[in-house]
């Protein structure tokens, strides 16, 4: 896992492989560490998106090649899950 945050503070980006950890479980990993909270006081992941949907699509990709990238809402940050094993978090407005 590699870790990088910009140094406004606006973003947060980890790098996975996700044959060692799933999708949905950066996810919550990330977003925990980018907002300073525990994994467990999140909002339950399956209410901004199908977790097992998420890890299957994102475990299809090729990470050599861009492959699939899914962008949501999650515990008010815009999160982009990448097939490259990028989890990037973004604390902004929602729309």
Do not use: F, M, N
């Given at each position: 896992m590699?870790?990088?945050?910009?140094?406004?503070?606006?973003?947060?980006?980890?790098?996975?492989?996700w044959?060692?950890v799933?999708p949905?479980?950066a996810v919550?990993?990330?977003?925990?560490?980018?907002?300073?909270?525990?994994?467990?006081t999140?909002?339950t992941?399956?209410?901004?998106?199908d977790?097992?949907g998420?890890d299957?699509?994102?475990?299809?990709?090729d990470?050599d090649?861009?492959?699939p990238?899914?962008?949501?809402?999650?515990a008010?940050?815009?999160?982009?899950v990448?097939?490259?094993?990028?989890v990037v978090?973004?604390?902004?407005?929602?729309?």
């Open positions: 590699r870790h990088d945050s910009s140094d406004e503070g606006e973003s947060v980006r980890v790098e996975y492989d044959t060692a799933a949905s479980s919550v990993e990330t977003v925990a560490e980018a907002v300073g909270q525990e994994p467990e999140l909002p992941l399956h209410d901004a998106v977790p097992d998420l299957g699509l994102i475990r299809s990709g990470p090649l861009d492959g990238s899914v962008t949501l809402w999650y008010d940050t815009l999160v982009t990448h097939s490259d094993g990028a978090v973004r604390d902004v407005d929602r729309p």
